[in-house]
């Protein structure tokens, strides 16, 4: 028998391993935001890409451009299906990149769109996702100033690729990082987790399941802006869970601080219809992508406050504390089950839920 | 018979029409860079995205970043195949966008990279493009700061598709602009033409013929800075020769600046093997994708001393003026033949090379 102790100095040992990519060929896994997609980030791009504004675990780089202080960020979006009840590429990829931007501290400013689209693709449905994209950066309050549009042959693509890059600056004094969890810090949800990757797995139509899931694809600009104009250093650590879920997110914040972050399953809001679908699939909502949910790491003292704050927004009108932050074991997120349990939430291992942005 | 006034009346009509589309489904054309990709990207983009700064006809947008000027750009990388004689995807990818920064006058400082890979993609493969892209942002001077990875299933991309943003500093007092051309002004090439796109259709193994013709593609940023730092308000337009060519760069100078330019067919560096590929493929150098030549106009007094600029920095030992710029008819290219003739060349209509860049 194996003692709890005994299970945690392996997942110690194997943690601190220099990170090696042993497939020889790309899996689904590796674009899954998980523990594939880290090994693959850390052994082949920080490897060749080594310098000090890489920074691999948060969203996004800050620069110094002159005399400003700006954030840059990308992400590239393979969404299918492109349309899907809630949103579509358009939009998801438009709020993503404005997303990424809010959490690392930046107000964010300009995007750029690059578009691979697939020979006959039809041009109704570049409209609406152009469209899209229009209305999602006008409600974020961003430009979108500069594009590229390739044309790959029939069956190079699915139909469209969209890559957005974004620019934002940074004027708040805010130091956000992945590594500034701290012990007794709270762990808050800006609502109802799990919604968008539940909706494109519907949307997929391949489960013969019916629910009105909606994904939660929004800007989180407006309500980050809220939580730092009120709490500036009390604010430890801001991220949008996407890929790989609140689970994820977590985890890096735990290795990342090397602190512990224990959740409370119960505090963990999650629509019945969502934990439905997830127990008729046997996933875990947790791993489920958010597209407008915001993860938030906060000195205790002020959780309640940054509840509050949230609440009064309409895009956090659903916030809940969900964990706490402790000392030990570092690197490790602890779920306390509904039945008063404790179980280890590890990295996403493997993708099962490809494609999902 | 129709004469050559009619001609040119019948053009300029056409010219002043709004864009539409009239295609139902995406070609392989709209993604040529030339006049279908024009069409797509005034009647779907610019009519959606309508912002001050997304200027249509520039490679970048310069933007306001708190009290610095920055200029912003994306290219999506899609070219078939990954590995060329002279270079591959990955130093396109970078230096791709660093030309474009610094055509638009900028300091290139910083690239985003996002991946979108097909399962099964070989791992020594994204290795190899990888450190490619390390080694050319190091010529460059840029770093690659932030970047995201997704996977698609197998028959949904072509192996490695790569979109890079880029941001850099305007530092310099230059005003350089498409529509900056006057006549008088002097058209300059950086050297030999259409050696990338001649370089890709021979991998391709398709054509059956042999010759030892290497990618140009380059970073043009140290021989950009040595030309402003000399002529700073002398040099009107920098663009670097893509898709569509020479010839579809100098139509958009010609349309913009509502001027002619008149290029001397003679003095067009060709070398003689990719002049011997074209004419056996019966398609003209002109339109042939280079990825490290810079198309600069500038103001003719001062030509002869920016060709002298050039030809003092490796990326520019083989430049030429290549024509001159006039008043009359304006939004016109003109060539002189090597006969003493005079054809029109417009903008590339269809897409001879699909999938160079």
């Known amino acids: 028998m ?34 594939a ?16 504004l890489l920074a691999p675990l948060e969203d996004g780089a800050t620069l110094a451009l002159g005399s400003s202080r700006a954030v840059f960020t990308t992400d590239a979006f393979v ?27 930046a107000r964010p400013l300009y995007l750029s769109a690059g578009f691979i689209l697939e020979e006959g693709f039809p041009i109704g449905d570049l409209r609406r996702i152009v469209a899209s994209m229009a209305a999602a950066a006008e409600m974020a ?99 949008d869970a996407t890929r790989g879920g609140v689970a994820t997110v ?18 963990v809001p999650v629509r019945p219809e969502v934990t439905g679908v997830c127990e008729l699939l046997g996933i875990d909502p947790l791993y489920v992508a958010c597209e407008g949910r915001l993860v938030a790491v906060v000195d205790g003292e002020h959780a309640e406050r940054a509840v509050d704050i949230m609440r009064s927004h309409p895009a956090g009108a659903e916030a809940a504390i969900i964990g706490w ?7 490790l997120v602890l779920l306390r089950t509904a039945f008063g349990g404790t179980r280890i939430v590890d990295m996403l291992v493997g993708d099962p839920l490809p494609r999902i942005c």
């Open 37 to 52: 997609t880290r090994n693959l980030i850390d052994a082949i791009f920080l490897e060749a890409f080594r310098n000090p």
């Open 79 to 105: 969404v299918s299906p492109l349309f899907f009840p809630g949103g579509d590429i358009g939009d998801l990829a438009v709020n993503g990149t404005v997303n990424d931007l809010a959490v690392c501290g």
């Open 250 to 267: 977590l985890n890096e914040v735990a290795t990342a601080s090397g602190v512990t972050v224990v959740m409370d399953e119960e505090s």
């Open 141 to 239: 309050g961003v430009s979108i100033v500069t594009g590229d549009t390739k044309v790959v042959q029939r069956g190079k693509a699915d139909g469209c690729y969209v890559t957005t890059a974004g620019v934002g600056v940074v004027d708040r004094p805010a130091t956000l990082s992945i590594s500034a969890a701290q012990p007794g810090d709270a762990v808050i949800v800006s609502g109802p987790i799990g919604e968008h990757g539940v909706a494109i797995m519907l949307a997929r139509g391949e489960l013969g399941i019916e629910a009105d899931t909606l994904s939660d694809t929004a800007p989180l600009n407006g309500l980050v802006a809220d939580l730092l104009d009120t709490l500036p250093t009390q604010v430890r650590t801001l991220r």
């Open 325 to 331: 932050v402790g000392e030990d074991p570092p690197g």
């Open 2 to 35: 194996t003692t709890e102790k005994q299970v945690l100095d392996r997942i110690e040992r194997i943690r601190r391993r220099r990170p090696v990519v042993r497939e020889e060929r790309i899996t689904l896994a590796h674009g899954s935001g998980g523990k």
